[in-house]
């Protein structure tokens, strides 16, 4: 095991985070590789350790990205914490998250994704302290205003009334082609006559 610690320091030093990981789940020690991840390396860690758990065997996937979570908790990566979470299916880590994340945004985008993964999920004080914080993030969680978001989003994309074709071609010439009869340029309102046979 000293050799191991020896060659898996070696690896994660230059490069090699996939040799090392799969040498410490060969010799069944993979909670090492917690100890040997710095701030260059756990990104590339990680993303081999959620592709790898789909490749190992039960009980082993659910350890694999157990220690995946573990990482991206200690270095801060609360949100790709949040989606290792959510995979293994464990509300404990989600609540955790909601815990140990001081940024008020970041816990918005966590309620955005619990309520697009349709995760019923209820926060209390210790995970968010202000009554109408709490109580604003328990409505993205439920999809309570989800209608709003999406009439606020037509407005902002101007959608909100239906278009004509004149609206949306207003005679410019998009396609630049010889028609049958030898004409120039065909603009898009023209094609548009054509297909609606005017």
Known sequence: ???????????????????AVDLLLEVEDLDLI???VDKTN??????????????????????????????YQKYQEYTNALQVALFLDNLQYVRQLFETCP???????????LARQGVPFVLDEEMVPEDEEREALQDII??????????????????????????????????????FSGGGCVSGKSNLEVLMGA
């Open 42 to 71: 756990f990104k590339r860690t990680c993303l081999y350790l959620t592709s790898l758990a789909r490749y190992v065997p039960g009980p082993d996937d659910m350890l694999v990205l157990d220690i995946a979570y573990t990482i």
């Open 142 to 179: 439920n999809n309570a205003k989800l209608n709003e978001g999406y009439l606020n989003l037509a407005r902002d994309i101007e959608v909100m009334e239906a278009k004509t074709a004149e609206d949306i071609y207003k005679g410019l010439c998009i396609i630049s082609t010889k028609t």
């Open 1 to 19: 095991m000293e050799l191991v610690q020896q060659i898996v320091a070696f690896h994660m030093k230059h490069n090699a985070e996939p040799e």
């Open 34 to 36: 917690i100890e040997h």
């Open 103 to 113: 940024d008020l945004q970041r816990k918005k985008q966590f309620c955005y994704i």
